[in-house]
């Protein structure tokens, strides 16, 4: 694979993705991974907050380098399950999850904000425990690579293997983005690769424990996620458009959740 230069500025950045986007969407997640790792080494980290889907990823990366990064926004309102999964990964991989908080611990929080602001508010409860985490952590990276996948929400059904990330001003690897469900599910039975147990009890997928619920059947797979509210997101994966001003056609989108 041809080596790239890393990208030192956001214009680097963006020209970089305009080079490879086109040609990307026809590599294997595989190819899509190595790239990524080859071409930012230490400043490209995987986003995860350990669904199926990221596991697969975090799987891939480890049969590609030994020493790659991986980071996951703690939001301190975890599942026990996802926190001993976390521990399952740091032991057969051999890696230390990057852990990411809050600035407010969930005592703070409480006392600023009332007892339970996921439900007077879920979008400020998001914005404090995930998306200015996340921004605080990509601001350290040149690129971060996410296990979204276009049919998961109507918000990434647009999304590319590789984008310029506007919203956060850095590139985004999505290497799964055209993969399925059953696809995800194949790969981690035919790896043998560890998954969170509560995907055996009805939780396609998992986020907070104040915010998701086991799915009925013939339920969206997502219906689980902030029950009650019209909310998809948790503002991670939003699409901002690029500033009028750019030169660089790139795509924009936002991982991990
Ligand atoms: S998912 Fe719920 S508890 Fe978690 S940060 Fe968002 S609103 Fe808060």
């Known amino acids: 694979m041809k080596d790239l230069i890393q990208p030192s500025t956001p214009v680097d950045g963006q020209l970089q993705v305009a080079q490879v986007q086109a040609v990307a969407e026809t590599w294997s997640p595989q190819h899509v991974l190595s790239w990524a790792l080859q071409t930012f080494g230490k400043q490209v980290a995987i986003s995860s907050a350990f669904g199926a889907e990221g596991m697969v990823l975090i799987d891939m990366a480890s049969r590609i380098s030994k020493d790659f990064r991986l980071f996951t926004i703690d939001t301190e309102f975890l599942f026990a399950e996802t926190y001993n999964l976390m521990d399952r990964i740091e032991e057969k991989y051999g890696i230390t999850i990057e852990r990411v908080y809050s600035t407010l611990s969930p005592e703070e929080q409480q006392r600023v904000h009332g007892e ?42 647009g999304a590319k293997r590789i984008e310029w990330d506007a919203k956060f001003g850095l590139v985004k690897v999505n290497p799964i983005v055209d993969w399925t469900s059953k696809q995800v ?31 009925r059947p013939g339920e969206d797979p997502r219906a689980g996620r ?20 750019s030169q660089v056609q790139a795509a924009t989108a936002e991982g991990g959740d």
Not at 132 to 157: F, H, M, N, Y
Not at 194 to 215: E, F, K, W
């Open 185 to 215: 599910w194949r790969y981690i039975h035919d790896h043998d690769v560890p998954y969170n147990a509560l995907h055996d009890q009805d939780y396609p997928s998992i986020g907070c424990t104040h915010c998701t619920r086991a799915v």
């Open 226 to 245: 902030w029950p009650g509210f019209n909310k998809t997101e948790c503002g991670l994966h939003i699409i901002e458009p690029l500033p009028a001003s």
């Open 116 to 157: 339970v602001l996921w439900s007077s508010n879920p979008d400020l409860c998001c914005n404090l425990r995930k998306v200015e985490p996340l921004r605080r952590k990509l601001g350290e990276l040149s690129a971060w690579i996410t296990s979204i996948r276009r049919d998961q929400t109507s918000v990434r059904s």
